[in-house]
């Protein structure tokens, strides 16, 4: 039931771009975006609702097919702030329950 | 958003003993859900505490070892029972936030060590 994403993790230098994925093999009401800090707790991104849609702001934004049950988190021109673990949530469709991803560690450096 | 506070912020504790943690949130919330993150792994939802009702748990816990009680919609206690070093973890409560409470946000969370 757990999330899968994609990488385990990534080093970028200050300015460059990553994309993270996550795959859920269940049919999916919402796909939701954590980023956590080492020894903090997760801090929530941003939701995504069934319809396919895209949302974001500036430079970090994400994606949802729910057709192929993916969602896509995009960080671009990237800042030192950025390092962290990302997690995706997915809430099935008729639950309420948030189920977190493996997680992607992302490391950037000046 | 809402305020979330959890005490205690972390416990060491004897294997064998009990620990019970609090989390308050500064409005009233329908549901509030108790997650654990063992070290360097993602979170995992150990059940959900509804006010007036018994907690539904997910597979792999069971109310025997993680009581949890609801006596209020701004409060909730998850206690960790009969402990062994395999419990050590984070312990975090969350509330579902928003118009469509579509949205969770996390306390800042428990660091439990037990030797």
């Known amino acids: 039931q757990q999330p899968v994403q994609s990488p385990q993790a990534v080093i970028l230098r200050e300015g460059e771009d990553a994309v993270i994925n996550c795959s859920s093999s269940?049919?999916?009401?919402?796909v939701h975006w954590y980023r956590q800090k080492h020894g903090e707790a997760p801090v929530f991104l941003m939701i995504l609702l069934k319809g396919g849609e895209q949302k974001g702001h500036e430079k970090i934004s994400a994606s949802f097919n729910e057709k192929k049950q993916q969602s896509s988190l995009y960080l671009t021109a990237s800042q030192l702030s950025y390092s962290g673990t990302y997690f995706c949530?997915?809430?099935?469709?008729?639950?309420?329950?948030?189920?977190f991803g493996t997680g992607t560690r992302l490391t950037v450096i000046p | 958003s809402a305020v979330i506070s959890q005490k205690p912020s972390r416990d060491i504790c004897q294997r064998g003993t009990s620990l019970t943690i609090q989390c308050q949130v500064d409005s009233q919330v329908t549901m509030m859900f108790w997650y654990r993150q063992q070290p360097g792994q993602s979170l995992t939802l150990i059940a959900t505490a509804n006010q007036g009702s018994e907690a539904t748990y997910e597979s792999g816990f069971v109310i025997d070892k993680f009581p949890i009680s609801r006596p209020n919609l701004t409060f909730s206690t998850l206690t960790v029972s009969n402990m062994s070093p395999e419990d050590s973890s984070i312990y975090l409560c969350?509330?579902?936030?928003?118009?469509?409470?579509?949205?969770?946000?996390f306390g800042p969370g428990t660091r439990l060590t037990v030797l």
């Open positions: 269940k049919a999916l009401y919402s």
């Open positions: 949530g997915t809430v099935g469709t008729g639950a309420n329950n948030l189920f």
């Open positions: 969350s509330v579902p936030v928003g118009a469509g409470r579509d949205t969770q946000y």
